[in-house]
């Protein structure tokens, strides 16, 4: 993988560049679609392609390791012949999964003991096997396995997560280092910056990841229920420490105020459920705000969903119909809602690079933020 750092804003830190990987060139800011299990809910692979613009989509070891099973992918040549999709793919560790499983998983310092929301069948992640695991995915980018800590978190607590998370790194890195990619093409290893909402605890382990000097870094554990305030602060800090000639990607943000606001601080890779979860239960992102579609001041409104929008100039689906089918539970709603969605998000972040480009990026995004917060 190599990354082109390409352009810099002068009145804050945000960045434009390209992301090279095997399967296509990524162009940064980016926002990748979340396929948890190997498909993005409700959305077409072609659709992907062709209305969204996706330049990357992510999978999920824990799931996909669940089901379909590694042996099924393996068989089928790796995730991107099994979901037939020929662009890159980023598979988060489980870490974020695991986590959330508080009642059925058990953290030690070989890994961590679970069982399945599935069948409740027992199973143990380490750093080495879920190395291991990726691998058999098969996805360009792959993370480390890390402890996400939950918010609120005490100091004591992720303290002792982060060094273990550290000791964690180096066993992923060693197991990543000494095997092969299984498909015929490079894979590269993100390390995580944890530390939860601690200034001290983010800049060591901000330090201690660029030490590996791998070819990208992430940060985890935010977007967990802190205030928006401390995401930022927590972002910057580790924005200052890591090396400015690698890819930065913070993990499952966000809203797309969240985007800008930490694309100035120098964050360059994202992902989140946001667009299609909210766009299936009837939340529209706008660039003049949020639309709530199930709202009865649409019943009548017969307006495209977002007039600005060429994403379905050849249809023209209005409010009024896609809060009748929201309303209805049916499912073009929830496809048409996704689709909406992602197409924004991609937009977005287009707009972000080109204005980074252009020199304009910081008086457009002060403008943009109080427009995508208003609720119409």
Known sequence: MKFTLEAKDSQSKARAG?????????????????GTAGSVKAVHQTELV???????????????????GLDVIKAAGGLHKFNAWDRPI?????????????????IKEEGVTFRSHI???????????????????GADIIMAFDECTPY???????????????????????????????YGYEQTLFPIVQGSVYKDLRERSAETIASYEREGNAIGGLSVGEPAEEMYAMTEVVCNILPESKPRYLMGVGTPVNLLENIALGIDMFDC????????????????????IKNKKWENDFSPIDATSELFAD??????????????KEILGAQIASLHNLHFYLWLMG??????????????????????????
């Not at 296509?24 to 990748?32: E, L």
């Not at 209305?51 to 669940?66: K, P």
């Not at 980023?90 to 058990?106: A, F, H, I, N």
């Not at 978190?153 to 299984?182: G, I, N, V």
């Open 273 to 292: 459920v946001m667009p299609t979860r909210n766009g299936r239960n009837g939340m529209l992102f706008t660039k003049e705000g949020i639309i709530n």
């Open 18 to 34: 390209e992301i090279e990987t095997a399967h296509g060139n990524i162009k940064t800011p980016i926002f990748m679609p979340v």
């Open 351 to 376: 707009e972000a690079r080109k204005h980074i480009l252009n020199g304009t990026f910081y008086q457009w995004k002060k403008e943009m933020v109080v427009k995508l917060d208003q609720k119409l």
């Open 152 to 182: 609120p978190c005490d100091y004591s607590y992720a303290r002792k997560s982060l060094d273990m998370t550290h000791r964690w790194l180096k066993r992923c890195c060693d197991q990543f280092d000494k095997t092969e990619p299984l």
């Open 315 to 328: 249809q023209l689906y209005s409010k009024a119909y896609l809060r009748h089918l929201i309303r209805s």
């Open 50 to 68: 062709k209305d969204v613009e996706a330049q990357i989509i992510l999978g999920n070891t824990y799931h996909l390791y669940l089901r379909p």
């Open 90 to 106: 980023l598979t988060d560790s489980g870490g974020y999964q695991v986590y959330s499983l508080t009642e059925v998983r058990k």
């Open 119 to 137: 069948d409740g069948s027992k199973h143990l992640f380490t750093p080495e096997n879920v190395m291991d695991i990726q691998r058999v995915i």
